[in-house]
């Protein structure tokens, strides 16, 4: 199983502040990451595929960036609605895994 | 719009048993992979199962199989999961989730998810 490992836990960022998170697999997952965003009480919502492409839908200051195994999910300016968990996932190997979140938090 | 809508969830003993069903609508649901991802209270996301849009192609995770089973009726556009011999570890919101098309792909659309309880 190929294991996914997001850091930092916790990212305190200003509004308009830019946030950088990644994310490390255990072995080259290529470019089949995703990102989610997932806010308290909601289901995710699909931010990135293929590493790089933004979901339809998603605003330009949601990035992603990497492959192979270094993964980074950039957010060039927050607002006030970005505040949330991060997980990325990984969709090369059986099982899917998912890394344990980011919650990026006012500070 | 594509909507998903999970149904089945309740509270279970240890032991028991549960069918989770998902009914798709606004996208041609016969065409789609589909996915169970699972989400214990106040953790992160564990993928569950996988199925095929023909339903030829099954996965599980390691920490269901033998216990769940996920199929598919593409003529009700509807999804189920079900789970046998459930355990306190398997309390957890349950999403239907939708791959994006083409194959192995990044999961597009979620459902709200539905509650299972397991406590005796």
């Known amino acids: 199983e190929i294991v996914m490992t997001q850091s930092p836990a916790t990212l305190s960022v200003s509004p308009g502040e830019r946030a950088t998170l990644s994310c490390r697999a255990s072995?080259?997952?290529?470019?089949?990451l995703a990102w989610y965003q997932q806010k308290p009480g909601q289901a995710p919502r699909l931010l990135i595929y293929g590493a790089s492409t933004r979901a339809t839908g998603i605003p330009a200051r949601f990035s992603g960036s990497g492959s192979g195994t270094e993964f980074t999910l950039t957010i060039s300016s927050l607002q006030s609605e970005d505040f949330a968990v991060y997980y990325c996932q990984q969709y090369n190997n059986w099982p899917r895994t998912f890394g344990q979140g980011t919650k990026v938090e006012i500070k | 719009e594509v909507q998903l809508v999970e149904s089945g969830g309740a509270l279970v003993q240890p032991g028991g048993s549960l069918r989770l069903s998902c009914a798709a609508s606004?996208?041609?649901?016969?065409?789609?992979?589909m996915n169970w991802v699972r989400q214990a209270p106040g953790k992160g996301l564990e993928w569950v199962s996988y199925?095929?849009?023909?339903?030829?192609?099954?996965f599980y995770a390691d920490s269901v199989k033998g216990r769940f089973t996920i199929s598919r009726d593409n003529a009700k556009n509807s999804l189920y999961l079900q789970m046998n011999s459930l355990r306190d570890e398997d309390t957890a919101v349950f999403y239907c989730?939708?791959?994006?098309?083409?194959?192995?792909?990044?999961?597009?659309?979620w459902g709200q998810g539905t509650l299972v309880t397991v406590s005796s």
């Open positions: 199925i095929s849009s023909d339903s030829s192609t099954i």
């Open positions: 989730v939708r791959e994006r098309y083409g194959s192995s792909s990044a999961l597009d659309y």
């Open positions: 072995q080259s997952v290529s470019n089949n």
């Open positions: 606004g996208f041609p649901f016969s065409s789609y992979s």
